[in-house]
């Protein structure tokens, strides 16, 4: 297919590029965080074979410049309301994916960092041009408004050849990415980053506070990835274990990293990855990243906010 351009013919004016910066670094904070249970880490690739790290740090470059292009179309396409605002978006995606493919060869190393990411630069780049302060909270809700309906049109549509999404959500109710998104990351709202903000606060170093914010992601995320891997009894193991290592004391005890260690070693014997966690735990960097701001000095008072679904 044929790539969209990257360079901006508008280049973003600070903070709008920081959030893009922001973005390309919570994907590195991600794959550098180690040990990961069954994810590619500086230790190992994981439950993967097809995959290491150079590949994720290829991935992460060619990804880059495109989350100033997901801020800019949020801003252009301020105007649309839900729906249509994600249709006008999923091109820049699909293009972002392709640069994604190319740079790896065609393994899958970021594809659901690039719609979730790609939604909330969109969204971003959508607050920024309303007068109404940026928060976490408020990026969460603009990225839900965007992805309205959305696990309705994609997973419950009736078709002969399904996808994988659909055929886990017909088989057990999982809505995956989508839901996620729908949901305005209640997941990363609700548990990653108020136990990342908590550890972090207690003095907890940045490398500790991610690894037990993934067990918590971890013990609770119906993660669509290890299902289809290792089917609802993996899923349920995977919990059960990541939510056994918390209630004997997490990551602060002496022995946690070797606990850890041994279990990336079962997840790779089961061949069990939970990158849906590893996703969520980007977007948890990420928004605990984005600083609350004021409403923009230079706002657009005339645009129109998006209603609620």
């Known amino acids: 297919m044929p790539l969209l351009p990257v360079d901006n013919p508008f280049p973003l004016t600070f903070p709008l590029q920081d959030y893009a910066d922001l973005a390309y670094f919570a994907l590195l904070a991600e794959v550098n965080l180690t040990p990961k249970p069954g994810l590619v880490d500086r230790f190992n690739t994981g439950a993967h074979k097809d995959m290491n790290l150079d590949d994720f740090y ?24 839900g729906e249509a605002a994600l249709s006008a978006l999923r091109p820049l995606g699909l293009a972002c994916e392709h640069a994604m493919f190319q740079a790896t060869g065609g393994v899958n190393t970021h594809k659901g960092s690039v719609f979730s990411l790609g939604l909330l630069c969109c969204a971003l780049g959508r607050l920024s041009v309303r007068d109404v302060a940026i928060s976490a909270d408020a990026v969460c809700q603009e990225a839900a408004q965007l992805c309205c309906g959305l696990t309705e ?151 129109t906010g998006v209603s609620l679904c």
């Open 153 to 303: 049109r994609e997973l419950q549509r009736k078709n002969l050849q399904q996808t994988a999404g659909q055929r886990l959500f017909t088989r057990h109710g999982l809505t995956g990415a989508r839901g996620e998104a729908e949901s305005g990351f209640s997941t990363v709202l609700t548990h990653g980053l108020p136990v990342y903000q908590r550890l972090l606060s207690q003095g907890i170093d940045q490398e500790c506070a991610l690894l037990e914010t993934l067990l918590h992601l971890m013990a609770v995320n119906g993660d669509t990835n290890v299902v289809s891997r290792g089917g609802m009894a993996g899923l349920l193991w995977l919990q059960h274990q990541a939510a056994e290592i918390l209630a004997n004391g997490g990551i602060k005890t002496p022995l946690a990293k070797a606990r850890l260690r041994l279990f990336d070693a079962q997840c790779i014997a089961r061949n069990l990855s939970p990158g849906g966690s590893a996703d969520l735990l980007i977007l948890t960097w990420f928004l605990a990243h984005i600083p609350d701001r004021p409403p923009y000095k230079h706002n657009n008072n005339n645009a």
């Open 58 to 81: 290829r991935s992460a470059d060619a990804i880059a410049p495109w989350f100033s292009r997901f801020i800019e179309q949020g801003i252009a396409t301020e105007h649309l309301k």
